[in-house]
Structures are given as structure tokens and as C-alpha cells.
T-cell receptor
Framework: KNQVEQSPQSLIILEGKNCTLQCNYTVSPFSNLRWYKQDTGRGPVSLTIMTFSENTKSNGRYTATLDADTKQSSLHITASQLSDSASYICVVSADSRGKLQFGAGTQVVVTP | DAGVIQSPRHEVTEMGQEVTLRCKPISGHDYLFWYRQTMMRGLELLIYFNNNVPIDDSGMPEDRFSAKMPNASFSTLKIQPSEPRDSAVYFC???????????????FGPGTRLTVL
């Protein structure tokens, strides 16, 4: 059973609108949670990394939140742009140095 | 820095053939990771190295898969013999210890798309 569950699987949003992606995890112990953006045909690129003590982190129009008590995270995209069309992957690490547990990703399509 | 470099970018081979994928990590990074990505299973860690030494290979699917890191600037992932179910995108990533940050950020290469006929 995957220890990192993401929802929704996919979503379509209009350019300029906001959206929020969800991530629930059961990975334990917990070291950090990451959100990656993966454009089609390319490798994942890190957006945010949060440790246990952090509950929010922003990277431009991307804002990630973390509730380590409920083991939930969200990624909020503000004022979406066409270039935001990609797969967004939630990744949880129990080990600060190595192994990552990947979610299946949420496919976001931004339409004009 | 050029980032993580992988070659080839695309590989098409026939079942039973040997396949070798190559990776050059970012200079100065002491961790190197090999991942496989498929539609069905998403991203999976195959193996990772620290200072050229394999630390965890529990994700390597079978004995047909092997990985080496002869020096700090080069690693290979070999599949022998290859099978159609090995068709996937293989990513290499590298990182260095983040110290006080408490984590290491991994930087991914562009991937090698492998098709085994």
C-alpha cells in the first residue's frame, strides 16, 4: 500500500484561477515532505521542502502547508498560468539523507 | 553547473539485449540515486550511493539489474538481459547533505526513456 496518497488524480483549471492539491501520508518516522513539479518529458523539480517544525512554505505562486499531527499537506497554486500544467508529486522522507516515498502525483492542466 | 547529465536520452532495444544507462551527477554531490518511473507504479527508488558506495539497493527489482559507481562523477545502471516489462523512464538524481537544513535536496536528470521490444 502506498504510504503517500494524493488527490485529486487530475484537475483542469482556467488560467488565472487558484487550485489546491492534497497529500496524505502514513510514512513514519517523518523527516521532511517535498513537493515536486514534473513537466512532461522532464525530471522532477523541487518546489518546496518542509521539515517537521515548518507548517508553511512558499515558492513564488506555490504555497505548501504541512500538518504533521494529521499527516496532511497541501499545495496551493495562486493565479495559475499555462506553464503550471504539469504533474505535482508529493514526496515524504523518513530518512533525512536518502530514501523518498513518492505519491502518484496530481496532473494539473491549465486552460486558456 | 550543467546539472545531472544522463545518456542516452532514448534507448530502444530488443528483449534479451544488455542495456547500460549512464549518469554524471552534479559536481560536489556525494549522493546519487537511480529511479524508475512508469505510469502504473509512478516513481520508484532503485538504489542509492553515498561517496560511491551503495547504501540501499532494496528497490532493485531483480538480479538482472545492477548499478555501479566507479568514481564520484560517473554511475551506470545495467539491465542484462532486458525484458519488455523493463520499459520505463529511468532517472538519476544527485544531492549533497544539507547540514543544518536537516535534509538533502535531490536534483534530477532529464531521464532515459527505455523501450524494450
Amino acid at each position: 500500500k502506498n504510504q503517500v496518497e494524493q488527490s485529486p488524480q487530475s484537475l483542469i483549471i482556467l488560467e488565472g484561477k487558484n487550485c489546491t492539491l492534497q497529500c496524505n501520508y502514513t510514512v513514519s518516522p517523518f523527516s521532511n515532505l517535498r513537493w515536486y513539479k514534473q513537466d512532461t518529458g522532464r525530471g522532477p523539480v523541487s518546489l518546496t521542502i518542509m521539515t517537521f517544525s515548518e507548517n508553511t512554505k512558499s515558492n513564488g505562486r506555490y504555497t505548501a502547508t504541512l500538518d504533521a499531527d494529521t499527516k496532511q499537506s497541501s499545495l496551493h497554486i495562486t493565479a495559475s498560468q499555462l506553464s503550471d500544467s504539469a504533474s505535482y508529486i508529493c514526496v515524504v522522507s523518513a530518512d533525512s539523507r536518502g530514501k523518498l516515498q513518492f505519491g502518484a502525483g496530481t496532473q494539473v492542466v491549465v486552460t486558456p | 553547473d550543467a546539472g545531472v547529465i544522463q545518456s542516452p536520452r532514448h534507448e530502444v532495444t530488443e528483449m534479451g539485449q544488455e542495456v547500460t544507462l549512464r549518469c554524471k551527477p552534479i559536481s560536489g554531490h556525494d549522493y546519487l540515486f537511480w529511479y524508475r518511473q512508469t505510469m502504473m507504479r509512478g516513481l520508484e527508488l532503485l538504489i542509492y550511493f553515498n561517496n560511491n558506495v551503495p547504501i540501499d539497493d532494496s528497490g532493485m527489482p531483480e538480479d538482472r539489474f545492477s548499478a555501479k559507481m566507479p568514481n564520484a562523477s560517473f554511475s551506470t545502471l545495467k539491465i542484462q538481459p532486458s525484458e519488455p516489462r523493463d520499459s520505463a523512464v529511468y532517472f538519476c538524481a544527485s544531492s549533497s547533505w544539507g547540514g543544518l537544513a536537516g535534509y538533502n535536496e535531490q536534483f534530477f536528470g532529464p531521464g532515459t526513456r527505455l523501450t524494450v521490444l
